[in-house]
């Protein structure tokens, strides 16, 4: 048996498979070697595609649950031959297509964005120093590493040493030093220092793609508060829609006695007005739509779900340089403070050569080298980047000649209180200030020892000339803003001050904000902080979260990725590191927080408007659900048409729901969606109800043919579908005017030339009296409906505001036990 199992095995073709190659890192690899390695599959290309593929945009708009129960419904009206009530699949089909349209232009533009956001990579390829993206490196190619670079394949180190942070992958914070031989795990990112390494693992292979499968596996990716209550909405209607569909058509034939054809047109009717056909659609075209509007003003969407986030944000965090302040500085003096002064020249000469010998990773260093250029400098034996923990850099030229230049309080330590009305006096005036000190050997560790100050640099940041307009955008919407920077509180309040933010004078030191407690008082106390670690950023963004805040935050650096991966809505600067954008939710392909104005008066557009045109598809579902329950229970013919129910849903939810989602609206986004939109389609809802039971309790005492029943209860449900149309459109404009005149012309020109069309017959006199009626108690019973809402919503609010009061008087009680 074990033999015939052999034979029946069918062995798979394999591909060669390439020798490893011992790399020189001078030479790398060559051009042949490359190619053999991308025919084997072999390259760097990601896991996952950042888009749908155009198939599976096709497929996911056409293989929908609810398209199949609509089809279901087709099916069987044409098996009875009610042709005419089939006038849903032309709404059905319309749908499908925008949708797909929509979505493959959005797909299109996100593509080309994508591309331009892509990191870059740089490799060593026979000899030469190449720059690609990071998906075109393959096995065995030398990278080179720096500053700010995330590391993008697993690699060995074989030349140089590099300070890395893999708070990303493992989740400790501490930069670890890496030398030749030690392993660099992908997802992790440079914080200082160059090197050279061997990709040892890439593609599917890395550390960082085999952990973004295993999270696919275990969990979906968590909806926003609109998607998700729009999901469970959806996934309720779906299971209800089967038993009531089933209930209502045994119902209506075995019990009213009614034909097949009839009990089959009457319970399509109800199951279609239940359905929110174009909801989901208007969702998903308005965001498709968003991310186009985005790319316009520079913005690349990595993340859907943060157009919600973004637009529900009340806190902003922005740091000082590039968002506030301009993105370069200029040296504007020198002073000296140390006990054995040097003159001005030779702090000069030491200054070009520090500078000389460090790379120009941020704009206080490339400012100092640009104000101490020389190419003649002395080489240190050791230098020691900057980072932002510690907050300061170091070269050693020799035994006795180690040098420090960074934040004076973080190189004086207790020593600092000394210097600190002479640093106070520059940094008022918003300028940065640097302190130049001797020290001892120049090592690993975060302290030095035996400091001796020198000098002090002071830098000049100007303030944007638009940071003012931009700031007081936010203020006007109620967005607070808080100013986290690894600056001096002194300079950086002085800089927020200037630029228009409020409450500047509400600043903090962090290095006082030693534990989790103090950060988190501090984060609602405080407008301004200064020296911030990026651990603190972090712990910042998650207190203010805990407070129950929706936070976004701007970044550029490998110093705020840790808060940029903590916040609801995390904004990268394309110009900054590769990890701040590749962890970010939203790209500024300009680089210009001037353009976030915009970028958030966009995403409340969009959301705002979904919500407001959402409440015209509720208010035919609740109406059609709760009527269909009731006919069930009561026993009566449902009162509407498929076909009626088409011309209803086009006039009063399809055609002005997608003119109303494209205009402009920047309110701050507030409460729960299935909340709002619920509170806004109730009083509608209600009103068709009460107005239908009252329709057919006419029929049943003045024997009203079923026709011209079903024929007041179209009209009358349209009517109320624009007085709604009419509440959502307010406050009005000549658009909205001209759209909803427009409607109520067409209205009245299909009862006029087309009724048969939608199933509308002509109506006696008796039936007329009866409509009119029934129109005038519209506006007076859908006031009532909404009075009583707002009362029993100021009610409960109320019960919540007290039962909070009561929460938190027994919390002194309890902390005193």
Known sequence: MNKLNKKQQVEEPRIPQPERIATFPDFGLSGDQVRQRIAAGLDNKAVDSPSKTVPQIIAGNILTYFNLIFVVLAISLAAVGSFKNMMFLVAVVVNTLIGIVQELRAKKTLDKLVLMSEPKATVIRDSVVVELLSEETVLDD??????????????????????????????????????????????????????????????????????????????????????????????LIGIAIIPVGIMMYTRQTQILGLMPKEGIENTTAALVGMIPEGLYLLVSVALAVSVMRLSKKHTLVRDLKCIETLARADVFCVDKTGTITENHMDVTAIVNIGPNDMDAAAVERLLTDFAGDMPGINATMQAIKKCFNSASYRRAVKIKEFSSADKYSAVSFGPGEN????????????????????????????????????????????????????????????????????FEFFREQGVAIKVISGDNPLTVAAAAKNAGIEHTDRSIDAPVLDSKEKIAEAAGKYTVFGRV??????????????????????????????????????????????????????????????????????????????????????????????????????????????????????????????????????????????????????????TDLFIIIGVVLFKAAFDLQDAQVTTIAAVLITCVGFIMVWKVCKPFNWMRAVMLA???????????????????????????????????????????????IEKIAEGFHFIVRIAKLLKEDKKPEAAEA
């Open 142 to 235: 030398i990278a080179v590493f720096g500053s700010d670079n995330q590391i993008y394949a697993d690699a060995i180190l074989l030349t140089g040493e590099l300070r890395v942070n893999e708070s990303l992958v493992t989740g400790e914070s501490d930069e670890i030093m890496k030398k030749a031989g030690d392993k660099l795990i992908s997802g992790s990112f440079v914080v200082s220092g160059e090197g050279r390494a061997r990709l040892e693992r890439v593609g599917r292979n890395s550390f960082v793609s085999k952990m973004t499968v295993e999270a696919k596996k275990a969990k979906k990716s968590k909806q926003t508060g609109m998607m998700r209550d729009l999901t469970r909405m959806l996934q």
């Open 403 to 470: 040098y420090a230049l960074g934040a004076p309080e973080f190189i004086l330590r207790g020593n600092f209180p000394e210097y600190q009305e002479t640093i106070n006096t520059y940094a008022e005036t918003g300028s940065r200030v640097l302190l130049l000190a001797g020290c001892g050997p120049v090592g690993e560790a975060n302290t030095l020892d035996d400091i001796k100050p020198i000098a002090l640099i002071v830098l000049e940041n100007p303030v944007k000339p638009t940071a003012r307009a931009t």
């Open 533 to 686: 670690t990026p651990e603190q950023k972090r712990q910042l963004i998650l207190a203010l979260k805990k407070a129950g805040h929706t936070v976004a935050m701007t970044g550029d650096g490998v110093n705020d990725v840790l808060a940029l991966k903590a916040a609801d809505c995390s904004v990268a600067m394309a110009s900054g590191s590769d990890v701040a954008s590749k962890v970010s939710h939203l790209v500024m392909l300009n680089s210009d927080f001037d353009s976030m104005p915009a970028v958030v008066a966009e995403g409340r557009r969009v959301i705002n408007n979904i919500e407001r045109t959402a409440s015209l598809f509720l208010v035919k579902n609740i109406f059609s659900f709760i009527l269909a329950i009731i006919s069930i229970f009561a026993v009566f013919a449902y009162p509407l048409t498929p076909a009626q129910l088409s011309l209803a849903s086009m006039l009063t939810i399809g055609i002005p729901s997608f003119f109303l989602s494209l205009e402009p609206n920047k309110s701050l986004v507030r409460g729960r969606f299935i909340v709002n939109v619920i509170y806004r389609a109730l009083p509608a809802a209600l």
């Open 742 to 788: 427009s409607l109520v012309v067409l209205f009245v020109g299909v009862l006029a030339y087309v009724p048969d069309v939608f199933s509308i017959v002509p109506i006696d006199f008796g039936s007329k009296l009866v409509l009119g009626v029934f129109v005038l108690l519209i506006p007076s019973v859908m006031w009532l409906f909404s009075a009583g």
